[in-house]
Nanobody
Framework: QVQLVESGGGLVQAGGSLRLSCAAS????????MGWFRQAPGKEREFVAF????????YYADSVKGRFAISRDNAKNTVYLQMNSLKPEDTAGYYC????????????????WGQGTQVTVSS
């Protein structure tokens, strides 16, 4: 079973950047599709991006396309989410997730989750 720990969240002004990291332990990440999701207070958890096992393909929610970039370093057992041009509506808890079942934009497609890291974007 893989354990995931996110880091890199914080407070940033609109237009700024943050890079989130998701470090895995217990299993090597190269068997997993990795995803990032976010959840704002009072809202459902929503898909942000996923990256396939090899890192050769990725997919983004329309709301972050062109601003966010997901990447992975399987040798370091870490997945990243580079977030640029941040907006106040990006404020949320950000969660990484792992799936052995292949790519999905649905939270139920991921069996393993981190505890989340908070991102707050001020206007």
């Amino acid at each position: 079973q893989v354990q995931l720990v996110e880091s890199g969240g914080g407070l940033v002004q609109a237009g700024g950047s943050l890079r989130l990291s998701c470090a895995a332990s217990g299993r090597t990440l190269n068997s997993y599709t990795m995803g990032w999701f976010r959840q704002a207070p009072g809202k459902e958890r929503e898909f942000v991006a996923f990256i396939i096992r090899t890192g050769a393909g990725s997919y983004y929610a329309d709301s972050v396309k062109g601003r966010f970039a997901i990447s992975r370093d399987n040798a370091k057992n870490t997945v990243y989410l580079q977030m640029n041009s941040l907006k106040p509506e990006d404020t949320a808890g950000y969660y990484c997730a792992a799936s052995l079942d292949g790519p999905s934009t649905q939270a139920r497609g991921y069996a393993y989750w981190g505890q989340g890291t908070q991102v707050t974007v001020s206007s």
